[in-house]
């Protein structure tokens, strides 16, 4: 599955009040599965070899050999899930307080250099307009691996749960880290 996730609007700037970095987490809304709930299905996120053309969100135009590539040497992150584990309940903790609670999603823990420099990425080398961007981050590539006996169904267009999410601790002198989901599907 080939996609992109991009900020809202151009330029785009993180707020000044970050004190650190801490990690990204890529989160695809689950809508379903084909087969046995039971197979575990191993997932590689990796970037695409070149931008991506505009997408056709009003009028699809599948093609089942695209002009993409994977590009294998940016493993932006892993996953393995069952269709059967997108039914329990996650919780997201900061230290032993569980702050929120999620479901149906696949969440791939993001890859700390790779999402560290997009988080870090300023408005003259990544984020001043949508061109800038894609030349930094020109999409992504989910693949399956192996041979499972499932196939499981993402949402990413309108669909609220996915995106990519930073965790930071801001400046404010507060304990907690501030979880913000800065980026998802934008189909301009």
């Known amino acids: 599955m080939f996609f992109e996730f991009k900020p809202f609007k151009f330029p785009f700037k993180l707020t000044d009040s970050v004190r650190y970095f801490d990690s990204a987490v890529l989160i695809l809304r689950f809508n379903g599965h084909y087969g046995d709930s039971n197979s575990l299905v191993h ?22 050999s695209p002009d993409l590539g994977i590009n294998r040497s ?3 992150g892993t996953k393995s899930m069952q269709a059967r584990m997108y039914r329990d309940t996650i919780r997201l903790k900061y230290g032993d307080s ?12 993001l890859n700390p250099g790779l999402a560290r420099a997009l988080f870090e990425g300023d408005s003259a080398t ?17 693949e399956a691996q192996g041979t499972p006996n499932a196939l499981h169904y993402f949402g990413i267009i309108g669909e609220t749960g996915s995106g990519i999410e930073f ?3 801001s400046k404010k002198g507060s304990a907690r880290d501030t979880v913000r989901t800065l980026f998802a599907f934008n189909n301009s």
């Open 126 to 142: 990544v984020y001043g307009n949508d061109s800038i961007y894609k030349s930094f981050m020109p999409g992504f590539a989910l």
């Open 98 to 109: 569980v702050y929120a609670k999620v479901v149906n999603q696949l969440r791939i823990p």
């Open 74 to 76: 940016k493993l932006w």
């Open 167 to 169: 965790y930071y601790q």
């Open 43 to 64: 997932f590689n996120l990796y970037e695409v070899d070149r931008r991506m053309q505009p997408d056709t969100t009003f009028l699809p135009f599948y093609n089942l």
